[in-house]
């Protein structure tokens, strides 16, 4: 069974640099049938989907977030990550990875999300 | 504002059936696939429906998908106070290139 947990710093200060990095296990992120994401919910608000990445290295990005954000996968240790960029208050979210099902039409795009971790709340303050 | 429209709550009877539907446009509903996503309190969302009315295993018959047009239905019957949740539906959205997530429903269970 195929699980994946978030880990990362819980706590941010305005303006650096927010990590975090999803463990795949009892699988591969090699799967060649899987795309990897990173969605994030602020508190009492729906969730907003941030990117995903292949493991071949192909992303794709949220066009609203694309200049502060990269994802990124390392298949030798079954994990892809989420860096966010100059964070302020509005990126204070539960940020959760997730397994994507794609689909091709005039290119891939995500087909929906079969796998979901825990989630890992992050509060950007001073 | 999402760019998928949901009620922002409905409530049923235990036992009763209920829905919630799911309002786009051409560009996302119209052309892509609607998936949904059950959110218990406290809890990641899980997915419920995939392809417009797939079930993925260990979802109960009890729930259903639909789509016609640029709208899609997630229907719940014998409603359990287990079910009480958010709901959420999501898609791609072909013009602005990224997915989308309705804002969500919730659902209460008298």
């Known amino acids: 069974q195929v699980h994946l947990q978030e880990s990362g710093p819980g706590l941010v200060k305005p303006s650096e640099t927010l990590s975090l990095t999803c463990t795949v296990s009892g699988g591969s992120v090699s799967d060649t049938n899987h795309y990897w994401s990173w969605i994030r919910q602020p508190p009492g608000k729906g969730p907003e989907w941030i990117g995903y990445v292949y493991y071949s290295g192909t992303t794709r990005y949220n066009p609203s977030l694309k200049s502060r954000v990269t994802v990124s996968v390392d298949t030798s240790r079954d994990q892809f990550s989420l860096k966010v960029n100059s964070v302020s208050a509005a990126d204070t979210a539960v940020y959760y990875c997730a397994r994507v099902a794609p689909t091709y039409s005039s290119g891939w795009f995500v087909n929906y999300f079969n796998l979901w971790g825990q989630g890992t709340l992050v509060i950007v303050s001073s | 504002q999402s760019v998928l429209t949901q009620p922002p709550s409905v409530s049923a009877a235990p036992g009763q059936k209920d829905t919630i539907s799911c309002s786009g446009s051409s560009s996302n509903i119209g052309s892509n696939d609607v998936s949904w996503y059950q959110q218990l309190p406290g809890t990641a969302p899980k997915l419920l429906i995939y392809?417009?009315?797939k079930r993925p295993s260990g979802i109960p018959d009890r729930f259903s998908g639909s789509k016609s047009g640029t709208s899609a239905t997630l229907g719940i019957t014998g409603l359990q106070t287990g079910d009480e949740a958010d709901y959420y539906c999501?898609?791609?959205?072909?013009?602005?290139?990224?997915?989308?997530f309705g804002g969500g429903t919730k659902l209460t269970v008298l």
């Open positions: 999501g898609t791609w959205d072909s013009s602005l290139s990224f997915w989308v």
């Open positions: 392809e417009n009315d």
